[in-house]
C-alpha cells in the first residue's frame, strides 16, 4: 500500500451497516462530499450485492469499498437454541407471526468474494473474521486494499499477519454487532484505550469506529493515530438511508434511554437501544449467530411492520443521541467543519 495512501479528501468514513440502512445512495452521497462510503454485503446475496455496487457506481464515480461478513464455524448447542424459542415464542405468537429457522449459514461468502475481485472494488472489508491470506492475496491482485475489523491486540496481530492493508478498530462503544472472532467475549473495551493498544502492537494504519458523532471525537481519535474515523449511527437517519421509519423514530424521539450489549436478537454481542425484547431477553440468549438471526427475524420483521418498537433490533453506538435527519452530504460537511474548527 502506498505511503500517504488515504480514502478520501476527508478522514470520515461511512461506516457500512447491514440489514437495510447502507444503501447506494447512502454511499454515493458520502463519497460525493468528500467522505468514504462503504456498501454493506452482510445478509445480501451475490447478485443483490452486484445490483448494489452497480448502482453505487451509477451515482458516483468517486470510490467506495464493500463490506463482507467473514464466516465463522458453527457453535451452537441445538437445545440451548430450542430453549431459546420457546422462551420468545410467547413474542411471537402476541404478533401472529411464527419463528425462523435457527439455521447456520456461511452468508454467501466464496459467492461475494469472488464478485468483488471481479468487480475491482477499491477497498473491501471484513466483520466477523479475517480473511485467510490466498484470500488476501486474490484480492490485492484484484486492486483492492483489504481491511479487517478488530476488537483486539491479537486480532490485529493475526490480520497483520495475514497480509491485512488496514484495520477498523472497533471500540465497545459502536453500535452493532461487535466484529471480535479471535474471542466471543463481551468486547468491553473503549476506543481511545484501544487505538493506544493495537499502535503499540502492529504499525499498519487504524481507522477508528466506535461513538463518533462529531469533528471532536473525529480529532480525539486521530490525535490517538488513527487515519479515519467511521462512523455508522451517526447517518441512520440521513435523509438517503435505508433505515426503516420505525427504527428512526425512535431514535429521534428517544423512546429508549440506553443502549445495552446483548445477544437477544442474533446470538452474537451487538449494541442498540435496551429495548423490552433486550432487557427482558439478553440474559437467556445462547451464543448461536447466525442461528438466533434467523430465528428471530420474522419476529423482528412483523414487529417492524406493525409498528411495535419492543421488539426490533434497534442498532446504536452511545453517542446516538446526537443523530440527526438531514442529507448525508450536510452532515459529512458539518462534521468536516467541526474538525477544521479545532485544528
Not at 479487517?148 to 472497533?170: C, H, I, K, M, P
Not at 490525535?223 to 423514530?249: K, N, P, Y
Not at 431477553?281 to 427475524?297: D, F, K, Q, V
Not at 423482528?300 to 442529507?327: H, K, L, N
Request: charged content about 20%; some cysteine; aromatic content about 8%.
Amino acid at each position: 500500500m502506498p505511503a500517504g495512501w488515504r480514502f478520501s479528501d476527508l478522514p470520515i468514513i461511512q461506516a457500512p451497516m447491514a440489514g437495510g440502512p447502507s444503501t447506494p445512495e447512502l454511499t454515493a452521497a458520502v463519497s460525493a462530499a468528500g467522505g468514504f462510503g462503504f456498501v454493506a454485503g452482510g445478509y445480501l446475496s451475490s447478485s443483490q450485492l452486484a445490483a448494489q455496487i452497480t448502482a453505487t457506481r451509477a451515482l458516483s464515480a468517486a470510490p467506495f469499498g464493500v463490506n463482507l461478513f467473514c464466516p465463522s464455524a458453527p457453535t451452537a448447542e441445538p437445545e440451548l437454541v430450542a430453549s431459546y424459542a420457546q422462551a420468545i415464542e410467547p413474542e411471537a405468537t402476541r404478533l401472529r407471526t411464527t419463528l425462523g429457522e435457527p439455521t447456520w449459514d456461511g452468508d454467501g461468502f466464496s459467492e461475494k468474494l469472488s464478485l468483488v475481485c471481479d468487480e475491482a472494488v477499491d477497498v473491501v472489508s471484513f466483520t466477523f473474521g479475517c480473511p485467510r491470506a490466498h484470500e488476501v492475496d486474490e484480492l490485492h491482485r484484484a486492486g483492492a486494499s483489504v481491511a479487517v475489523t478488530v476488537t483486539s491486540s491479537a486480532e490485529a496481530r493475526f490480520a497483520d499477519e495475514r497480509g491485512a492493508d488496514l484495520l477498523v478498530v472497533q471500540g465497545t462503544e459502536a453500535g452493532g454487532h461487535q466484529g471480535s472472532f479471535l474471542e466471543l467475549s463481551a468486547n468491553e473495551t473503549p476506543l481511545p484505550w484501544l487505538l493506544e493498544e493495537i499502535g503499540a502492537s502492529v504499525s499498519l494504519p487504524l481507522i477508528a469506529s466506535g461513538g463518533i458523532m462529531t469533528g471532536a471525537a473525529t480529532r480525539a481519535a486521530l490525535a490517538r493515530g488513527a487515519i479515519a474515523v467511521a462512523l455508522g449511527t451517526a447517518f441512520l437517519c440521513a435523509d438517503e438511508a435505508g433505515t426503516s421509519t420505525l427504527h428512526r423514530e425512535v431514535l429521534l424521539r428517544r423512546t429508549y434511554e440506553e443502549t445495552v450489549v446483548t445477544r437477544a436478537f442474533s446470538g452474537r454481542y451487538a449494541r442498540g437501544l435496551r429495548n423490552e425484547f433486550a432487557a427482558r431477553y439478553g440474559a437467556l440468549a445462547p451464543e448461536a449467530y447466525p442461528e438466533l438471526h434467523h430465528l428471530t427475524r420474522p419476529l423482528r420483521a412483523a414487529a417492524t411492520e406493525a409498528g411495535d418498537p419492543t421488539i426490533p433490533s434497534f442498532w446504536a453506538g452511545e453517542g446516538w443521541q446526537a443523530v440527526s435527519s438531514e442529507p448525508a452530504s450536510q452532515i459529512v460537511a458539518r462534521l468536516a467543519a467541526e474538525l477544521a474548527e479545532g485544528s
